[in-house]
């Protein structure tokens, strides 16, 4: 008797055999894509996703059913792993447990991801040699729910500002959702209260400039809903975000695409796609290419969060 969802498909993943279980899994509705469309996405966009992921700890985000079921957050390695799958063991100290992470170091481990139902690939911005002090400060552009995109856009050109005013080079990105992101690689000094503490400072030197786009409010209940929220959360520990080439979870297959400044101001990000992105980077190469060709003090940020202390505490 067939399987219901099809027979396995064994799939060359550079010097590895990959098998793809129940390949016609419908994972995404909207437009059928299957289980196997999703491996033969990660493939195609594999140089891209494995700069994103490499040597990273990576959150899975799986969906045994489809994007149409159940969600699992899976931070340890799921069980029945090949030994050839690298790992790399962190501490959360809140409840003080660890865990070994999934931290690719080959395409072959994210096909096999793909394989365990992984449909996103959320990365802590540290590296498996140093996984207390981050290497990547993430700014996230999260609108509020009635803020339209064209604030988000906005808001990044803002974000640009300050990044050249500072000497730094950001890489941007869809989320794959309604806001942006954009990256930027930091020299791996600062532990995470530091890296967040600085966020927070650019977070709020935004907010001066754009007093009527942004808000740094923590709480969601204290934000106005027309706002765009800078979210420098995201540099805390434990927290992660999708990485550049991740699909997401919903029925479109939307996709984190990495895209140039100059692209903000038309990109439209419910075009980028499983189906459209690996045509987008076979023309345009990866976007994020460079990104590890500096690594940026962070110095002038804790600065101005010294500053904005002082200013908190009436002083002058």
């Given at each position: 008797?067939a399987?219901?969802?099809g027979?396995?498909v064994?799939?060359?993943v550079g010097?590895?055999?990959?098998?793809?279980?129940?390949?016609?899994r419908?994972?995404?509705?909207a437009?059928?894509?299957?289980?196997?469309?999703l491996?033969?996405?990660?493939i195609?966009?594999?140089?891209?996703i494995?700069?994103?992921?490499r040597?990273?700890?990576?959150m899975l985000?799986r969906?045994?059913?489809?994007?149409?079921g159940?969600?699992v957050?899976?931070k340890?390695?799921?069980?029945?792993a090949?030994?050839?799958v690298s790992t790399?063991?962190?501490h959360f100290p809140r409840y003080d447990?660890?865990?070994?992470?999934l931290c690719?170091?080959?395409l072959?481990?994210?096909?096999?991801?793909v394989?365990m139902?992984?449909v996103?690939?959320?990365?802590?911005?540290?590296?498996?040699?140093?996984?207390?002090?981050p290497?990547?400060?993430?700014?996230d552009l999260?609108p509020?729910?009635d803020?339209?995109?064209?604030?988000?856009?906005?808001v990044?050109?803002v974000?640009?500002?300050?990044l050249d005013?500072?000497?730094?080079?950001?890489?941007?990105k869809t989320?794959?959702g309604?806001?942006?992101?954009v990256?930027?690689?930091?020299?791996p000094?600062?532990?995470f209260?530091e890296v967040?503490?600085?966020?927070?400072?650019?977070?709020h030197?935004?907010q001066?400039r754009?007093?009527?786009?942004v808000?740094?409010?923590w709480?969601?209940?204290d934000r106005d809903?027309?706002?765009?929220?800078?979210?420098?959360?995201q540099?805390a520990r434990d927290?992660t975000?999708a990485?550049?080439?991740?699909?997401r979870?919903?029925?479109?297959?939307?996709?984190?695409?990495?895209i140039t400044?100059?692209?903000?101001?038309?990109?439209e990000p419910?075009?980028c796609t499983?189906?459209t992105?690996?045509?987008?980077?076979?023309?345009l190469g990866d976007?994020?290419a460079?990104i590890?060709?500096a690594?940026?003090?962070l110095?002038?940020?804790?600065e101005?969060a010294d500053r904005d202390?002082?200013?908190?505490?009436?002083?002058?």
């Amino acid at each position: 008797m067939a399987k219901e969802h099809g027979e396995d498909v064994h799939l060359t993943v550079g010097e590895r055999e990959v098998r793809i279980s129940s390949p016609d899994r419908v994972y995404f509705p909207a437009r059928g894509e299957t289980k196997l469309d999703l491996a033969h996405y990660y493939i195609a966009v594999g140089e891209g996703i494995l700069r994103a992921l490499r040597d990273r700890p990576t959150m899975l985000h799986r969906y045994p059913k489809g994007v149409a079921g159940t969600k699992v957050h899976q931070k340890r390695l799921p069980k029945g792993a090949p030994d050839w799958v690298s790992t790399v063991r962190l501490h959360f100290p809140r409840y003080d447990l660890h865990a070994d992470e999934l931290c690719p170091t080959e395409l072959a481990e994210i096909i096999w991801a793909v394989q365990m139902s992984t449909v996103e690939l959320h990365p802590w911005n540290v590296r498996r040699d140093d996984v207390d002090r981050p290497d990547e400060w993430r700014i996230d552009l999260d609108p509020m729910p009635d803020a339209p995109f064209a604030r988000v856009r906005r808001v990044a050109g803002v974000c640009r500002e300050v990044l050249d005013e500072l000497g730094m080079v950001g890489y941007p990105k869809t989320s794959g959702g309604g806001g942006l992101h954009v990256y930027v690689r930091v020299e791996p000094r600062w532990e995470f209260a530091e890296v967040r503490r600085a966020a927070l400072a650019f977070a709020h030197e935004v907010q001066r400039r754009a007093p009527e786009d942004v808000t740094t409010e923590w709480w969601r209940k204290d934000r106005d809903p027309s706002a765009v929220f800078v979210d420098y959360n995201q540099n805390a520990r434990d927290h992660t975000i999708a990485a550049a080439y991740s699909v997401r979870g919903n029925p479109e297959g939307t996709v984190s695409t990495p895209i140039t400044w100059d692209e903000v101001e038309d990109v439209e990000p419910a075009d980028c796609t499983i189906a459209t992105v690996p045509e987008r980077v076979a023309r345009l190469g990866d976007l994020h290419a460079s990104i590890d060709d500096a690594a940026h003090d962070l110095t002038p940020l804790l600065e101005w969060a010294d500053r904005d202390e002082i200013v908190e505490d009436g002083g002058s």
